[in-house]
């Protein structure tokens, strides 16, 4: 029931509305997973990158996804716990971790054994308006855990400027994306991250030189 | 019962004609895809297809009166959208930025409720003095000139401007009531103008009139599309609007010359900011403000030569 409830709402109410105020500037559209399981890695500017990355998705892959979101953030109050979860099926994550036995990555791997598409944002904050942050090594974590399974990053545009981090007001820019292609784990941590930072860097360009 | 009261009702004169036309220009998009198919070139497919949607949106927006705001407060949306795109804009901007957005549905609302005085100067006056104050209340003063200069001009270009088009929409045609047919001229001459400006120009080539600006443009392709469209304007008119045929012949001389014009203030825009095309929003055609720059001249100066003439 609250699955349906969420697929509804993304396909007839976040996904037209996103498209209509946004556009769908997208690059690479093919490599964009159909079907689960897989990890999407993709940088973090604004709260419109989640609803953007909706519009972009596949219909069918829209029931699988499931956004990784700071736990201290959307699950401050029951309230916000309950939309969020309810209507973008977040997974919260513990920025701060709580116990030292406690796994971190427990919500996403769950969720990826049962064959979901989990969104991460490897910067790990929204950082600075429309700047690539460093990476981080969570997605490498969670990809050696799960070594069949895709990491498709993605690089977004301009969402960092309709709707920067603090403001309430939304200001519709044109949103620009980039999808690479898929890739698996390589068998080290270090050397994944930084392939994954120096992809999300070629994205980066190709968005901003695709308009000029 | 007849086609054309079946469709809109009473007094619908111009209807036939109107829809001749809008068929010919389907009909021309339909043997574009099919040419792309034939000759496989994915280019004019992508081309073709894209102008099946334009006709068939705009087809939907002029059906009834009614409906031209809706249809060119949405383009004036994409146009502004995609201009603050391209723009570099700052952070402080953000607020005076975001009023246009309101803007736009207020200016199509007096375009709806035909309110002439507020229209023709709402967004020259209200907006023009409103602009100036929300930056002031950002508090950034560094760049303030340039901001103030660029936003108010943004949205002149794509509020203000290309809302002369649904307001043309309003004004009656003796006998008719309703304007399709002005914009129907309006549109398809401004379109089909940027068609044989580029189309004598590669023929002739020779001397260019800016090349700075726009080295495409030559002085065979402006001289030879103006001639080009004062002669169909001269048949088209007088179908669809009250011009006769030497006046028509005028007015087509005149829309060249201002799709002309606009067309070299975009390409200058573009030039400044450093990109080919101005959004991807139309596959095969660029973005949006490439397919309206001529519009942002032409439909103001139809629009009061017309109103000053007939209305």
């Known amino acids: 029931m609250k699955r349906l409830i969420r697929i509804i709402f993304l396909a007839c109410c976040v996904r037209p509305l996103v498209s209509l105020l946004l556009g769908r500037c997208i690059k690479g559209r093919e490599h964009l997973p159909v079907s689960g399981p897989a990890i999407i890695a993709a940088n973090h500017n604004s709260h419109l990158d989640i609803l953007y990355l909706i519009a972009l998705m596949p219909l069918k892959a829209l029931a699988l996804l499931r956004p990784v979101a700071a736990a201290d953030y959307f699950c401050s109050t029951p309230i916000t716990s309950w939309l969020s979860s309810t209507f973008l099926g977040i997974i919260p994550l513990e920025r701060k971790r709580s116990s030292f036995h406690a796994d971190p990555l427990a919500g996403p791997a769950a969720a990826l054994e049962q064959g979901e598409i989990v969104i991460i944002f490897p910067e790990g904050s929204r950082g600075k308006p429309e700047e690539l942050g460093q990476i981080k090594p969570g997605v490498a974590h969670l990809a050696k855990r799960f070594p069949a399974v895709p990491v498709v990053p993605i690089f977004m545009r301009n969402l960092g400027k309709s709707l920067p981090r603090g403001s309430f007001v939304l200001v519709p820019f044109c949103g620009k994306a980039a999808v690479a292609e898929p890739r698996c784990f390589s068998g080290d941590t270090k050397l994944f991250t930084a392939e994954l930072a120096a992809t999300m860097q070629q994205l980066e360009d190709q968005v901003d030189a695709a308009s000029s | ?311």
Request: proline fraction near 5%; include cysteine; charge should be neutral.
């Open chain 2, 1 to 311: 019962m007849n086609l054309h009261q079946w469709i809109a009702g009473s007094s619908y004169n111009t209807l036939p004609h109107g829809f001749l036309v809008l068929g010919l220009m389907i009909g021309g998009a339909v043997v574009g895809m099919l040419a792309g198919l034939m000759l496989k070139s994915n280019e004019v497919l992508i081309r073709s297809r894209t102008w099946l949607l334009i006709i068939a949106l705009f087809s939907l927006g002029t059906w009834r009166p009614g409906f031209a705001p809706w249809l060119f407060g949405f383009i004036s949306f994409l146009a502004l959208r995609e201009f603050i795109t391209l723009l570099e804009t700052r952070p402080a901007d953000r607020g005076a930025l975001f009023w246009l957005f309101p803007a736009i549905i207020i200016q199509y609302f007096w375009v709806g409720m035909q309110w002439y005085g507020m229209f023709i100067i709402f967004i020259p006056v209200w907006l023009f003095l409103f602009i100036p104050l929300r930056l002031v209340i950002a508090e950034e003063t560094e760049g303030f000139i340039r901001s103030a200069g660029v936003i108010n001009w943004v949205a002149m270009m794509t509020i203000f401007s290309l809302s002369h088009v649904a307001y043309l929409m309003q004004l009656p045609v003796v006998d008719v009531g309703h304007g399709l047919g002005y914009v129907l001229s309006l549109v398809i001459m401004t379109a089909l103008n940027d068609v044989f400006q580029f189309i004598w120009g590669k023929l002739l080539g020779g001397p260019k009139i800016i090349p700075k600006v726009s080295p495409g443009k030559t002085w065979s392709g402006f001289l030879g599309g103006m001639g080009t469209s004062a002669l169909l304007a001269a048949f088209l008119l007088p179908l669809l609007t009250p011009y006769s045929h030497l006046a028509g012949a005028g007015v087509g001389a005149l829309l060249a010359c201002c799709g002309f014009i606009g067309d070299v203030v975009e390409s200058a825009v573009k030039r400044d900011i450093g990109v080919k095309d101005s959004g991807t929003s139309l596959p095969g055609h660029g973005g949006i403000l490439d397919r309206v720059d001529s519009l942002t001249y032409t439909a103001p100066v139809f629009f009061h030569l017309t109103w000053y003439l007939f209305h």
